[in-house]
């Protein structure tokens, strides 16, 4: 198990949970994929034999509680989700309004106006989340 591996084990042990098998598989999913999956999508991906349904959502709802995985964004087929800012680079996205396929836009332009926020408002950011919808290179040709 690489370092990460051992980082979302230990994150899990902390709170008393187990490190299952069923958890492991579904968090080597989101760790291989660059961009969010919905619960389904992320159990096409598994061997559906040794994973089931009901475990992808409970291993997905768990590791929210944590912290590793995050809620992106909701689409007809579901809640997307995606390894949290913490264990990856900080990012945004562009969706596509026709056929729904999901871009990472690295690099963020939101700090500026978080400090302005702070001095107008007195209001303190301590997450931001930014998406873009528009039409992708593929449908737009």
């Given at each position: ?111 500026e106006m978080e400090k302005r926020i702070k001095k107008l ?21």
């Open positions: 198990m690489d370092e990460q591996g051992q980082i979302f084990r230990q994150a899990l042990l902390e709170k008393g949970l187990r490190w299952t098998k069923p958890r492991q598989n579904v968090l080597d999913v989101f760790r291989r994929e660059r961009h969010p999956l919905t619960i389904a999508e992320a159990h096409r991906r598994l061997d559906k034999k040794q994973t089931h349904l009901a475990s992808v959502y409970r291993a997905v709802e768990t590791l929210c509680d944590l912290g590793i995985l995050t809620k992106v964004d909701q689409v007809d087929e579901g809640q997307r989700y995606e390894l949290s800012d913490q264990y990856r680079e900080h990012h945004h996205h562009l969706i596509c309004q026709s056929c729904g396929r999901v871009e990472d836009f690295i690099g963020c332009f939101a700090r408002k007195q209001f303190r950011v301590i997450k931001h989340d930014m998406r873009f919808l528009g039409i992708c290179r593929g449908c737009a040709s």
